[in-house]
Nanobody
Framework: VQLVESGGGLVQPGGSLRLSCAAS????????MNWHRQAPGQGRELVAA????????IYADSVKGRFTISRDNAENTLYLQMNNLKPEDTAVYFC??????????WGQGTQVTVSS
């Protein structure tokens, strides 16, 4: 199983980025998917989650109204559209595939830096 994030980078406050997480080696549509982030010196935080079918999602209060999680089961890809970025959004962003029990997988992360 491999999850590969991409799309991170340096952006100014108020800007936008779209993260992608390409999945392989698993039946993607059978997994709920999460985006987490970890800022320097802080614990990992759940940012957004989406159901297997993509018909329901939840968000951390800190990103509601600014971030949108989505998925394309035909392309085995998870997305995170991030708008109106703030310096406090600076972190490494990870995708996670969640099955049942101990059946879950993590990507290696992609760095997002919001700075002027």
């Amino acid at each position: 199983v491999q999850l590969v994030e991409s799309g991170g980078g340096l952006v100014q406050p108020g800007g936008s980025l779209r993260l992608s997480c390409a999945a392989s080696g698993l039946t993607f549509s059978r997994y709920a998917m999460n985006w987490h982030r970890q800022a320097p010196g802080q614990g990992r935080e759940l940012v957004a989650a989406i159901t297997r079918a993509g018909d329901s999602s939840i968000y951390a209060d800190s990103v509601k109204g600014r971030f949108t999680i989505s998925r394309d089961n035909a392309e085995n890809t998870l997305y995170l559209q991030m708008n109106n970025l703030k310096p406090e959004d600076t972190a490494v962003y990870f995708c996670q595939a969640v099955g049942g029990g101990q059946d879950n997988y993590w990507g290696q992360g992609t760095q997002v830096t919001v700075s002027s």
